[in-house]
């Protein structure tokens, strides 16, 4: 999803949490006003929650397709006028909020298409205006000098609201947050991964060496009566690799499963397909082969007269 299109704009957007202050609630405007009139500052906006930032989930009544009032238990985002404009939401269907409907305020809502699709609401979300429910500032930075705006902004916002520490954040590096857990959980994964291989071939190892040491005379008598070199590293390995096989196919629906599980998670993920477990089962027996053939080889080319001295 980080590479995908997000159908919002989240870079150069800082957000400053107020805390649902009443001083900036009751003159949300004139806030706005006197921070955009800050060089470098393009629009301002307010809302509840911004793209990136857990949420909470409202109540509302809205018509489906068959006429009927149902309930919708959505991602509700508090807004104003500006939000839609200052992330760049487009519309599909429908109109913008304005202020030239006074209904908008307590009737209008916007939702989102995974709400519209049959009304079956998979994971909807929904925007109101509101002016009760705000704690967010959207501010569009356009100057690439950050740090000289965040100090101006710090001492117009002790002008905003005196005492109030300037809590802000951007919204890109919020947004990054939700997936930061995800990476670490990756390369854990990866880490843990490999050295899950490297202890199974290490027993792959051991249990190759017990049984060439116990198969030695079995392997001088075929080499004497004209077994091929290929036909002996054959006969070692082709035991392992049936039990690598049988554990392949008895982990394999366990894995499917679990990555099915893991993946309804995501807004935007792969679909899981059979060439997938092909790979992973045909890669698991090469490094089972690879590890085990090196020792058979060895073992297929020493002097048969030897291997039948061995005690």
């Known amino acids: 999803m980080q590479n995908h299109d997000l159908s919002f704009k989240k870079d150069h957007r800082l957000v400053i949490d107020f805390q649902f202050d009443e001083r900036i609630i009751k003159h949300e405007e004139a806030v706005k006003q006197q921070l955009t009139s800050i060089p470098g500052i393009g629009l301002a906006s307010m809302s509840s929650c911004i793209p990136g930032k857990a949420n909470h989930t409202f109540p509302a009544k809205i018509e489906n397709v068959e006429g009927e009032m149902q309930e919708l238990q959505s991602d509700a985002y508090f807004i104003d006028y500006d939000f839609l404009k200052q992330y760049g939401i487009e519309i599909r269907a429908g109109r913008e909020f304005s202020k030239r409907y006074a209904s908008d305020e307590k009737e209008a809502m916007i939702i989102n298409e995974a709400a519209v699709k049959n009304l079956g609401y998979k994971n909807p979300m929904s925007l109101r205006v509101s002016h009760g429910f705000l704690t967010f500032i959207s501010l569009n930075v356009t100057d690439q000098n950050v740090s000289a705006i965040i100090k101006k902004l710090e001492n117009k916002w002790q002008e905003v609201a005196i005492g109030m520490p300037l809590i802000y954040s951007f919204s890109d590096d919020s947004y990054d947050q939700l997936y930061r857990a995800e990476e670490r959980f990756g390369k854990l994964f990866i880490c843990f991964a490999t050295l899950a291989i490297l202890v199974s071939c290490l027993?792959?190892?051991?249990?190759?060496?017990?049984?060439?040491?116990?198969?030695?005379?079995?392997?001088?008598?075929?080499?004497?009566?004209?077994?091929?070199?290929?036909?002996?590293?054959?006969?070692?390995?082709?035991?392992?690799?049936?039990?690598?096989?049988?554990?392949?196919?008895?982990?394999?629906?366990?894995?499917?499963?679990?990555?099915?599980?893991?993946?309804?998670?995501?807004?935007?993920?792969?679909?899981?397909?059979?060439?997938?477990?092909?790979?992973?089962?045909?890669?698991?027996?090469?490094?089972?082969?690879?590890?085990?053939?090196?020792?058979?080889?060895?073992?297929?080319?020493a002097n048969p007269a030897e291997s039948l001295r061995t005690e």
């Open 203 to 301: 027993g792959l190892v051991g249990l190759s060496v017990f049984s060439i040491v116990h198969r030695t005379k079995e392997i001088g008598v075929r080499k004497i009566l004209g077994a091929s070199i290929p036909g002996i590293v054959n006969l070692l390995t082709r035991d392992f690799l049936f039990l690598v096989l049988i554990a392949f196919v008895a982990s394999a629906p366990v894995a499917w499963f679990s990555m099915n599980k893991w993946l309804e998670d995501f807004a935007y993920r792969i679909n899981l397909s059979l060439w997938m477990a092909a790979v992973a089962g045909i890669t698991a027996l090469l490094v089972a082969y690879l590890t085990i053939s090196f020792l058979a080889i060895r073992a297929a080319l």
